[in-house]
């Protein structure tokens, strides 16, 4: 690790806001790589995935938590847990809210809950996916998002074009304390490998399936080993967990083509990460209402 110059800060951020508010792409587009995993389709992300920030002069961790919503069934409850303890640990919250949405009694249900942390913890209103609308509608949701909580800061981005991503970043920087490095220079998240693969198999599955999915697939990892006799190739064996047999049809597709094409995305961006070749091997089980189900839950890592 270098070692630390006077003034160097370290510390945790997250971002939340309603599903698909661009919180992963957000975190991605900061970090520069493919961390979390992001997915047109809400409720994506599950685990609080770290990306890592190194600057010369600060390290910052993003921590990346599920959408807040309320609750409908024993998965809902466990991601809203994991949202607020990741609130209560962090330096700095960005609550993100997309340009070319109105703002509603979701983003307003997430204010309220931090507005509770607000006396502690900077939040600064991010106000995403400026790309897609016109100079106005930015600043009119500006003036809109102001009306919703006292904010440290409000600040328009785009993870898609990259407008203000470089301002975003030492704005998060300038609010958290002075400390050395935390991680290891070129570490880009501490997440076991296996917990991203997993996440990058989800995501590929999750593409183009109808809305009926998102919260019903889970994918465990069953093993991850380097082929007999070669060390530039790496075994995956995966399950994707769906709850209903209806649902199964739906990933394999006419004649399985569906889990193939997923297989292939997957393994691409599978092979970025770890920097290896891939043979990846996918199995769907269904597995009946496992998010209602404690013990399935456990099983599969909630």
């Known amino acids: 690790m270098k070692p630390v110059s006077d003034g160097h800060r370290s510390g945790f951020a997250c971002f939340v806001g309603r599903p698909n508010a661009g919180k992963s792409t957000l975190t991605n587009a900061l970090v520069g790589t493919k961390i979390a995993i992001t997915s047109s389709k809400p409720q994506t992300t599950r685990h609080a995935i770290r990306g890592i920030v190194h600057r ?8 990346d938590t599920p ?5 409908r069934t024993l998965l809902g409850q466990r991601l809203n847990d994991v949202v607020h303890s990741t609130w209560s640990e962090v330096d ?5 809210v997309p340009a070319n949405e109105k703002i509603g009694p979701g983003d307003r249900f997430i204010a309220a809950e931090l507005a509770k942390i607000a006396k502690r ?4 209103g991010i106000v995403t996916k400026t790309d897609l609308v016109k100079p106005e509608q930015i600043a009119e949701q500006l003036m809109a998002l102001q009306k919703v909580m006292e904010f440290a800061e409000l600040i328009p981005v785009s993870a898609v074009d990259g407008f203000q991503v470089e301002s975003l970043k030492d704005l998060l920087v300038s609010k958290l304390p002075e400390g050395p490095q935390l991680y290891p220079d070129g570490d880009l ?4 490998e296996q917990t991203l693969v997993g996440e990058l198999i989800r995501e590929a599955a999750l593409e183009g ?3 009926e999915l998102p919260h019903s697939i889970a994918v465990t990892i069953e093993e991850m080993i380097p082929r007999e006799g070669r060390d530039d190739l790496l075994d995956i064996h995966a399950f994707l967990y769906v709850e209903r047999p209806s649902q199964k049809g739906i990933i394999l597709g006419h004649k399985g083509e569906r889990l193939k094409q997923v297989g292939t995305e997957a393994r691409k961006h599978i092979e970025a990460l770890l920097g290896t070749r891939v043979h990846l091997d ?3 089980k269904v597995a009946k209402e496992w998010q209602r189900d404690p013990k399935q839950l ?3 890592g909630f």
């Open 189 to 192: 998240t501490d997440e076991p």
């Open 282 to 284: 996918l199995h769907i």
């Open 121 to 124: 913890t900077p939040v600064i």
């Open 298 to 300: 456990r099983r599969l």
């Open 92 to 96: 700095i919250v960005g609550f993100c």
């Open 56 to 63: 010369d002069d600060a390290q910052l961790i993003l921590v």
């Open 67 to 71: 959408g807040l919503h309320r609750p």
């Open 209 to 211: 399936v109808r809305d």
